[in-house]
T-cell receptor, first 113, second 111 residues
């Protein structure tokens, strides 16, 4: 069975500091990997995804994530965060060719001035 | 842009009431999903539909049913609402193998 683990429920960080949000998954088959962001009082929005190809994927607002097959990880990083990055971040996996997405429990990123 | 619209942002119902949550998407997606989101538990799949009149149970279908009579509309039904169904409900749609597009959510409170 697949599972997704986000070990950090909350991550406080000062503005302009780097941040890493951790995501580990378990699956015996090929998967797609996603990071979604949820701003207060909104639904989830796709931040970035890994389907195949280059293991490093980037978003338009400076986040990046690297697919590490040997460590079964897909950690999210940003070298310098802004106040506006304050949100909840969800990691998700989906088995290739299926409809079923498994979500982690989320990490609340709080950027402090 | 894909738009997924949920009919209500906030909803307050009484125990035992029948509750309908409506979701409409405008991008001709085959797949539609209903999740509930609870603090510390992330998102859990209630039901999904891969075509009109087709549905499959997710991880927590008990106490819920769904209806998909038209491709763009996917309804979640709570036959007899209970307090443990107080939650945020999120609708999503997708094409196969691609990311999910979410609505803004319905915060349901059952008193």
């Amino acid at each position: 069975a697949q599972s997704v683990t986000q070990l950090d429920s909350q991550v406080p960080v000062f503005e302009e500091a780097p941040v890493e949000l951790r995501c580990n998954y378990s699956s015996s088959v090929s998967v797609y990997l996603f990071w979604y962001v949820q701003y207060p009082n909104q639904g989830l929005q796709l931040l970035l995804k890994y389907l195949s190809g280059s293991t490093l994927v980037e978003s338009i607002n400076g986040f990046e994530a690297e697919f590490n097959k040997s460590q079964t990880s897909f950690h999210l990083r940003k070298p310098s965060v802004h106040i506006s990055d304050t949100a909840e971040y969800f990691c998700a996996v989906c088995t290739s060719g299926t409809y079923k997405y498994i979500f982690g429990t989320g990490t609340r990123l709080k950027v402090l001035a | 842009d894909v738009k997924v619209t949920q009919s209500s942002r906030y909803l307050v119902k009484r125990t035992g009431e029948k509750v309908f949550l409506e979701c409409v998407q405008d991008m001709d997606h085959e797949n539609m999903f209903w999740y509930r989101q609870d603090p510390g538990l992330g998102l859990r799949l209630i039901y999904f539909s891969y075509d009109v009149k087709m549905k499959e149970k997710g991880d927590i279908p008990e106490g819920y049913s769904v209806s998909r009579e038209k491709k763009e509309r996917f309804s979640l039904i709570l036959e007899s609402a209970s307090t443990n169904q107080t939650s945020m409900y999120l609708c999503a749609s997708s094409l196969e193998g691609v990311n999910l597009f979410f609505g803004s959510g319905t915060q349901l409170s059952v008193l």
